[in-house]
Antibody, heavy 132, light 107 residues
Framework: EVQLVESGGALVQPGGSLRLSCTASGFTFSRYWMKWVRQAPGKGLEWVANIKQDGNEKNYADSVKGRFTISRDNAKNSLFLQMNSLRAEDTAVYYC?????????????????????????WGKGTTVTVSS | DIQMTQSPSSLSASVGDRVTITCRASRSVSDFLNWYQQKPGKAPKVLIYAASRLQSGVPSRFSGSGSETDFTLTISSLQPEDFAIYYCQQSYITPVTFGGGTKVEIK
């Protein structure tokens, strides 16, 4: 069964740090981009960070840049999110998600390849609460 | 960043109704548009990718259309299990961004 399981969420004081983990099973983890997406209580979805298959390309939302670090260990089928300098507004459920891609080759109307990325497998989430 | 605006933010409908949700992008995203369904306490689930392609295992009553800045998710005949929040998301450019969500409730 294809599965993602997050862990590491906790109650932490403002300014504190936390490391989230996401363990993958049932698929070849090293073949996929991965993302972290969060959802504040009663709010919508917010992309946090993503990482390429080999870990050599990473992107971050402006709201977390310089404070959060995404990483992965393909040998252990694991994704991580190191969160430092935590703020109250970081309180959320954090989901890890697998990124699948649909590729469209050259056609009559398009002359190059197009890559459509979407999040096809999600974990159940882990809760981070930042409060004193 | 590309802003995604969904309308309505909520709607009430009955089982069997045809439901349409709209998503508008602040600038063109071509057809790099995905739709997700989220039920209370659960993770989101992808329904549609590339604006109109149905994810494997998703019932055919769900369909997506649109391009550039205007997109639609349609549920042809609402079923009890479809009461949820629906989000659009553009994957055209980083940062990927989501719409604010549309809550579909029972009338």
């Amino acid at each position: 069964e294809v599965q993602l399981v997050e862990s590491g969420g906790a109650l932490v004081q403002p300014g504190g740090s936390l490391r989230l983990s996401c363990t993958a099973s049932g698929f070849t983890f090293s073949r996929y981009w991965m993302k972290w997406v969060r959802q504040a209580p009663g709010k919508g979805l917010e992309w946090v960070a993503n990482i390429k298959q080999d870990g050599n390309e990473k992107n971050y939302a402006d709201s977390v840049k310089g404070r959060f670090t995404i990483s992965r260990d393909n040998a252990k089928n694991s994704l991580f999110l190191q969160m430092n300098s935590l703020r109250a507004e970081d309180t959320a459920v954090y989901y890890c998600a697998r990124v699948d891609v649909f590729t469209v080759g050259p056609t009559f109307s398009r002359t190059k390849y197009y890559y459509y990325y979407y999040m096809d497998v999600w974990g159940k989430g882990t809760t981070v609460t930042v409060s004193s | 960043d590309i802003q995604m605006t969904q309308s309505p933010s909520s709607l009430s409908a009955s089982v069997g109704d045809r439901v349409t949700i709209t998503c508008r992008a602040s600038r063109s995203v071509s057809d790099f548009l995905n739709w997700y369904q989220q039920k209370p306490g659960k993770a989101p689930k992808v329904l549609i990718y590339a604006a109109s392609r149905l994810q494997s295992g998703v019932p055919s009553r769900f369909s997506g259309s649109g391009s550039e800045t205007d997109f639609t998710l349609t549920i042809s005949s609402l079923q009890p299990e479809d009461f949820a929040i629906y989000y659009c998301q553009q994957s055209y450019i980083t940062p990927v961004t989501f719409g604010g969500g549309t809550k579909v409730e029972i009338k």
